[in-house]
T-cell receptor, first 114, second 111 residues
Framework: SAVISQKPSRDICQRGTSLTIQCQVD?????MFWYRQQPGQSLTLIAT?????????ESGFVIDKFPISRPNLTFSTLTVSNMSPEDSSIYLC???????????FGPGTRLLVL | QKEVEQDPGPLSVPEGAIVSLNCTYS??????FMWYRQYSRKGPELLMY????GNKEDGRFTAQVDKSSKYISLFIRDSQPSDSATYLC???????????FGSGTRLLVRP
């Protein structure tokens, strides 16, 4: 399986600021995904990032709030913009797995917004 | 109604017990079914993958899918304290990469 790292692992931020989360994979992958995991709730897909094209956002998530970059086949960033306490959550990146219907996940970024 | 329902637990069992974890779902079009294990402060780790109905066994783990009842299960035999984690079911319609997750069941295996 792919080895995925995320930076930062955790952060505490002030409301109104922005945080960029990095996701690095040890092999080239076509599809990368960003999820949010709120306490006691299921993982929710924010967007799908395909290298060389604009990210595809799920209902309820918009590019202005969660801009995503995908500059190459091993790296992606998610920015959480103009943060509010409601953005406090764990943010996870994942990549297509084997079989391709599965996904491998990074360790997550724990975000607390004060 | 959520697309995927999963009892949050916690489920507490003694070491060596057989554990049964379950999910129900509402969309009969789901084709691919997965179980992930998530340790505290870690990302989800793929445990089992099943396509359509049937059983799949891997060591102490058995995954079952009953599409007629829209019900999936994960059985853990001879449970160990190291199995203590949150178990998430996930499913998808096709190869579109969109996974729908249950909210997870916390399992505690007592030594």
């Amino acid at each position: 399986s792919a080895v995925i790292s995320q930076k930062p692992s955790r952060d505490i931020c002030q409301r109104g600021t922005s945080l960029t989360i990095q996701c690095q994979v040890d092999s080239q992958v076509t599809m990368m995904f960003w999820y949010r995991q709120q306490p006691g709730q299921s993982l929710t897909l924010i967007a799908t990032a395909n290298q060389g094209s604009e990210a595809t956002y799920e209902s309820g998530f918009v590019i202005d709030k969660f801009p995503i970059s995908r500059p190459n086949l091993t790296f992606s960033t998610l920015t959480v913009s103009n943060m509010s306490p409601e953005d406090s959550s764990i943010y996870l990146c994942s990549v297509e797995g084997q079989p391709k219907e599965t996904q491998y996940f990074g360790p997550g970024t724990r975000l607390l917004v004060l | 109604q959520k697309e995927v329902e999963q009892d949050p637990g916690p489920l507490s069992v003694p070491e060596g017990a057989i554990v049964s974890l379950n999910c129900t779902y509402s969309n009969s079009a789901f084709q691919y079914f997965m179980w992930y294990r998530q340790y505290s402060r870690k990302g989800p780790e793929l445990l089992m993958y099943t396509y359509s109905s049937g059983n799949k066994e891997d060591g102490r783990f058995t995954a079952q899918v009953d599409k007629s009842s829209k019900y999936i299960s994960l059985f853990i035999r001879d449970s160990q304290p190291s199995d203590s984690a949150t178990y998430l079911c996930a499913m998808s319609l096709d190869s579109s990469y969109k996974l729908i997750f249950g909210s997870g069941t916390r399992l505690l295996v007592r030594p």
